[in-house]
């Protein structure tokens, strides 16, 4: 947070959202508070994961805009003014047709760029395009319109704790550009037991998000691209679907491309065993503790 109190751009607001933790959190938060003089809105809950945080955080603020850190990012000392100023160079009649200015990340340790550059240093397009199209790499943090997240929240399911955080820009990007700029905005650290190394276990604990993701893949996202593409969409439905519990007659219900899915059946019947078997253990050992 004292990446915050440091920028160069002074017109904003703090909303921190503690998602579950034991460690007295919302007690530093409130000293450096005091301390900074920079007044902070503060909200516990019970953990739900980082979509179901940020669901709340965009609730609770009231600005125009959403930047959205966690624990382990840092803002550079002019990232906020540079945001403000992207949105800025975008012509009033034309805002509306927005939804993000987005820019780049660097990694915490060595300073290197996270992922490749946009084509050109101010590039309209759309998360879709930039992802897919062109094949740009890496985590890209900016500002979005809080007016349309608060219409397109993350979806949350019972019991799971994980959403793709390219749910929400996905959907946006079906009908809104966005404004893609060459600048650093923040620093990212990759921690080995954070969100980036247990991805995979996380998304597997969490079928039913995972499986309306890649339902949204196979439809919408991927549409009109690359056959790759689709077929990888298709088969990562069908393995967290299979994972989520979800038959073959209601996948045919849920796919629009009967083709596709037919096509990627086997391979996701694949991948969906695999998850069985690799979390065989923990299954096994849950259960041995409810003997108990």
């Known amino acids: 947070m004292n990446s915050v109190a440091a920028q160069e ?4 607001e703090i909303v921190v959202v503690d998602d579950g933790s034991s460690d007295g959190t919302l007690g530093e938060v409130r000293r450096w508070s005091q301390r900074t003089g920079l007044p902070v809105t503060s909200i516990w809950k019970p953990n739900g994961g980082a979509h179901s945080a940020y669901n709340l955080g965009v609730r609770q603020a009231r600005g125009e805009y959403i930047v959205v850190l966690g624990s382990d990012d840092q803002l550079l000392p002019d990232a906020l003014r540079k945001m403000a100023d992207a949105w800025a160079s975008i012509p009033a009649a034309k805002k509306q047709a927005y939804c993000a200015v987005l820019g780049h990340g660097l990694h915490w340790s060595s300073r290197r760029l996270a992922g490749d550059p946009y084509p050109h240093d101010v590039w309209d397009s759309d998360f879709l395009q930039m992802k897919q199209r062109w094949g740009i790499s890496g985590d890209k943090p900016g500002a979005y319109r809080r007016d349309l997240l608060m219409r397109h929240p993350f979806p949350v399911f019972e019991g799971e704790r994980f959403m793709r955080e ?6 946006l990007a079906q009908r ?6 060459n600048e650093s905005f923040q620093l990212f650290e990759y921690q080995r037991d954070g969100l980036s190394a247990s991805v995979r276990r996380l998304r597997v604990s969490s079928p039913r998000g995972m499986a309306l993701c890649y339902r949204d893949e196979a439809n919408r996202h991927t549409v009109g691209f690359s056959p790759g593409q689709r077929f990888e969409a298709h088969l990562q439905y069908v393995r967290h679907a299979c994972n989520a519990g979800i038959g073959l007659r209601a996948q045919c219900g849920q796919i629009e491309s009967r083709t596709w899915l037919l096509l990627a059946l086997p391979f996701g019947l694949v991948k969906h065993w695999r998850d069985r ?3 065989a253990p923990q299954r096994q050992a849950l259960g041995g503790r409810r003997a108990d």
């Open 176 to 181: 809104y550009r966005t404004r893609f700029v």
């Open 9 to 12: 751009f002074s017109d904003f």
């Open 166 to 171: 390219s749910f929400v820009i996905k959907q």
């Open 277 to 279: 078997l690799a979390d």
